[in-house]
DNA sequence: AAGTGGTCTAGACCACGTC
DNA sequence: ACGTGGTCTAGACCACTTT
């Protein structure tokens, strides 16, 4: 007979029960991975692995030479999928449909101006109610740079919301996203047929490709909507 | 002389420059490991290094047999810090405060109740303002499992707060994370010094250890409070 | 200066999923 | 059945940081 082979989980798995379990407490120094890898009778990669994903989890700190410690607030990570609304809605089991309110290029206010840069033409605006079943989802309004995207003045966002043609046509490097609470303004409460005032989930974001803005982009969800994971 | 060696990150940025230019499209299906080795000069567990991360961060989509994909719908995770309260007050350069509100046993409502199971006891419910500077920042009002966590009826909550608290001395394996908004009840408005109605940004949150719930907690945070990310 | 984690290599076997 | 990614090993060198 010969012991089992140890994979990287289960040395993940082990080393986590020994944080829960207080064997090793916040703040302390663990054994390195040499040693770990002597008890458990695995290579040092293996260790490494294991230890990497736990830090990569917030449960450990490493640095060189001062080793590997219990990290002192476990800072939970919630991650959360940025997926396209359509699919966000069809997974909930309801057919999705769009219509796009209003599309054209405009001047925008100052404070769009401002994130978009001087430098750039007059942006498109495009508007776009989302609906789940007969029922309004969400209220989107997008700004569009055109000197990155020209592409998208020829597209037909009847067929494809602009959500998903953006996502799909318009690469992005690096974005921002703000998430927030804010009352319904009176088109707002038309738009999502709901009364003035109403608590709307907010949803800012910017995205840029390298140094420029793509997208400027407010989704304003329906009341009752959650948005939820797991950690 | 000889070429620079390469490392695994050095792999992720050429690979991740191959899709943003379009050389590589979605739904593509890009070399095998073995291949970019050689087209390389590396190690295949270097290459494998750098594909696995781009996997993990969404861009593509691997699976045995099959060959690894550009992903067709760049799904992009915005991952958030769930932080002390304290910590995020601080990092903003505010001084940080809590008052506890109440704290008692007390039977639960009846959602709560079926959440915690039926063969939990009385949990221990405590509500505090947690301030930023001399304004009201947050309202939590929390359920605790003291099957789970008996010592925290000793604890005394005055000095640490109850999220404080539960963060260093009960761990938990899992939990889910709901984000909404809602109009303040009276209540709340009072407690957050806001008006009747006004949007307040939600956070539900419920954790476990194994199978047992170890908290729910209710985080109404006062009005103009965003919570932002990178992606 | 020295110790610890970070990474690369070359080779091997395995597990999963497609064919 | 077989091809592809997933993982382990043993050894090596390197980079960072603390002492």
Redesign the interface.
């Known amino acids: 007979m010969s012991a089992a082979r140890i994979t990287w989980q289960s040395l993940h798995a082990e080393v986590s029960r020994r944080?829960?379990n207080g064997i090793w407490k916040?703040g302390d120094l663990i054994p390195g991975e040499v040693e770990l890898a002597a008890e458990f009778g695995c290579a040092r990669a293996t260790v490494n692995r294991a230890l990497r994903q736990l830090a990569e989890e917030g449960f450990l700190d490493r640095r060189r030479k001062a080793g590997t410690r219990v990290a002192l607030?476990?800072?939970?990570?919630?991650?959360?999928?940025?997926?396209?609304t359509r699919?966000e809605v069809e997974q909930k089991g309801l057919v999705y449909s769009h219509e796009i309110l209003s599309r054209k290029r405009k001047a925008p206010p100052a404070p769009i101006r401002k994130i978009l840069g001087a430098a750039v033409g007059n942006p498109l605006f495009v508007t776009t109610l989302h609906q789940a079943g007969t029922n309004p989802f969400m209220y989107e309004t997008r700004w569009i740079n055109t000197d990155v995207v020209p592409s998208v003045l020829k597209a037909d966002l009847t067929l494809i919301s602009a959500n998903e043609w953006l996502?799909?046509n318009a690469?992005f490097?690096?974005?921002?996203?703000?998430?927030?609470?804010?009352?319904a303004t009176e088109s707002e409460a038309k738009i999502l047929d709901t009364e003035l005032?109403?608590?709307?989930?907010?949803v800012d974001r910017i995205t840029w490709?390298g140094s420029d803005v793509v997208t400027i982009v407010r989704l304003a969800?329906a009341?009752g909507?959650?948005?939820?994971?797991?950690?």
Chains 1, 2 share one sequence.
Not at 73 to 84: E, F, G, M, N, Q
Not at 197 to 202: H, L, N, P, Q, Y
Not at 225 to 231: P, R
Request: hydrophobic share 45%; no cysteine; proline share 7%.
């Open positions: 944080i829960s916040p607030h476990p800072v939970r990570k919630a991650t959360l999928d940025i997926s396209i699919l996502v799909e690469l490097t690096t974005g921002e996203i703000k998430f927030s609470a804010a009352n005032g109403a608590a709307i989930f907010v490709n969800y009341p909507y959650e948005m939820s994971t797991k950690i």
